[in-house]
C-alpha cells in the first residue's frame, strides 16, 4: 500500500478540540470520513442541497486528487448523498473543503456538529495526450450505450 504525506490546515480553532481530521475507520478502508464542522445542528429538508463545512483545506501535491464520495449509511438509512458526487478537489485548491449534501428521502434529517457527512479517497491523476484518428478500432461492444451489455 501506498502513503504519501498531504498538509493539512484546520480552519477554525474550535475543530481541533472536537472534530477528528478526515480518517480511515478501517485498516483496509479506501477512503477517509470526514466530519462536519457546523455550529450548529442543521436540518436537511427533502430534496435540499447544502455545502456542509469541515473546518480544514489541504494541500495536495501536483499529480494527485481528493474525491468526496457520499457514505453508504447516509444514503441507504436517509437517501443523504453528496450531490455532485464524486465531487474533485484539484491540487491547486487551498480552500476550505464542503461537502455538498442532497437529501433525497421523503423525511429532514438533522446533521450535527461532528457527524460524519462523507469521504475523501485520494487518487493520482493521470494527464491525456490527445491522438485524433479518422477511425477507432473495432470492438465486440462497439458503438452500443446505456444498458447495451446486458442483453
Not at 11 to 39: H, K, N, Q, W, Y
Request: charged share 25%; aromatic share 4%; net charge neutral.
Amino acid at each position: 500500500m501506498h502513503t504519501i504525506r498531504i498538509p493539512i490546515q484546520r480552519l477554525r480553532p474550535r475543530a481541533s478540540v472536537d472534530i477528528p481530521l478526515p480518517s480511515f475507520m478501517t485498516p483496509l478502508s479506501a477512503g477517509m470520513d470526514i466530519c462536519a464542522d457546523i455550529e450548529a445542528e442543521l436540518v436537511l429538508m427533502p430534496q435540499e442541497i447544502v455545502a456542509i463545512p469541515t473546518g480544514f483545506a489541504i494541500a495536495l501535491p501536483e499529480g494527485y486528487e481528493a474525491q468526496i464520495r457520499p457514505r453508504s449509511g447516509l444514503a441507504l438509512k436517509y437517501g443523504v448523498t453528496v450531490v455532485n458526487a464524486p465531487g474533485t478537489i484539484d491540487a491547486d485548491y487551498r480552500g476550505e473543503i464542503r461537502i455538498a449534501l442532497i437529501n433525497l428521502g421523503k423525511d429532514p434529517v438533522t446533521i450535527h456538529r461532528g457527524d460524519r457527512i462523507g469521504q475523501m479517497v485520494v487518487q493520482r491523476v493521470i494527464r491525456v495526450d490527445w491522438d485524433e484518428v479518422g477511425r477507432l478500432d473495432d470492438t465486440v461492444r462497439g458503438p452500443g450505450g446505456f444498458g447495451h451489455t446486458g442483453r
